[in-house]
C-alpha cells in the first residue's frame, strides 16, 4: 500500500516538473478596468481564458510583423481593418455578371498568401481547417465543411458569387450555389473521372 502511494506521488511529482510555469502581468489601471468589464458583462470567462485567446488569435494571424498602429503583416500580405460597408460599395460598383471572376482572383491571391505564410496546400482537402480557421480569425466568416457542402456562416463579403469565387480560388475546387443569402450554402462540384472518358 505504501509502495502504491510512492509511487503516485512520485507520478503526480513528474507532472508537476512538466506543467507550465506561472507568469506574473501588471496591468495599468485603465487595463485592468477593461478586462473586469470585459468579464463582469459576460463577455469574457476571465483572464486566463482572455489571454489565451489573445494569443491564439495572434498565433493564427501570423501578426508577427507589427510598423505600427494601422498596419500590419500576416506572411507576405499586409492586412487592414476594414468596415464591411465600404467594402460593399466598391463591389457594387462592379458588374454582376464580373463578381465570380473577381472572387476567383481574390481567392488566388489569398491562396498564394496563405501558402506563403502558413506552408501549407490549400488544395489539400485535409488543410482545409486550418485554413477555414485563419478565414474565421481574419474576418472572413465561419467556414465548415459538411460532406460535400461549405458553410459559411456570417460571411464578410455578403454576395454569394463573389464568395463562391473567393473559395474557389483559394481551395482550387468549383462550387454550386446553394443558397444565395447569408448563410451560404455552396455544393462542392464533383471533379470529372479521368478514366471514364
Known amino acids: ?6 509511487k503516485r ?22 487595463e485592468r478596468e477593461f478586462i473586469d468589464s470585459l468579464i463582469r458583462e459576460g463577455k469574457e470567462p ?22 505600427f498602429p494601422g498596419e500590419y503583416y500576416c506572411g507576405i500580405s499586409r492586412v487592414a481593418f476594414v468596415n464591411v460597408e465600404l467594402v460593399n460599395i466598391l463591389i457594387h460598383q462592379i458588374p454582376v455578371e464580373k463578381w465570380r471572376g473577381i472572387g476567383r482572383s481574390m481567392g488566388e ?7 506563403a505564410t502558413i506552408g501549407i496546400q490549400t488544395s489539400t482537402s485535409d488543410s482545409w481547417p486550418d485554413i477555414f480557421k485563419r478565414l ?28 463562391a469565387g473567393f473559395i474557389e480560388g ?11 443569402t447569408p448563410p451560404f450554402v455552396f ?5 470529372p473521372d479521368a478514366t471514364s472518358k
Open 170 to 180: 483559394l481551395l482550387g475546387i468549383e462550387l454550386n450555389v446553394k443558397t444565395a
Open 46 to 67: 476571465g483572464i486566463k481564458p482572455l489571454i489565451s485567446k489573445m494569443l491564439d488569435v495572434y498565433r493564427s494571424m501570423m501578426i508577427y510583423d507589427w510598423r
Open 187 to 191: 455544393e462542392i462540384k464533383e471533379k
Open 109 to 115: 491571391a489569398a491562396k498564394v498568401s496563405v501558402e
Open 9 to 30: 506521488l512520485e507520478e503526480i511529482m513528474a507532472k508537476n516538473g512538466q506543467s507550465a510555469k506561472r507568469t506574473t502581468i501588471i496591468l495599468d489601471k485603465e
Open 136 to 163: 474565421r480569425v481574419q474576418g472572413f466568416g465561419d467556414f465548415y465543411l459538411k460532406d460535400k457542402y461549405i458553410l459559411v456562416k456570417a460571411p464578410f463579403i455578403n454576395e454569394a458569387e463573389i464568395a
Open 1 to 6: 500500500m505504501q509502495e502504491e502511494k510512492a
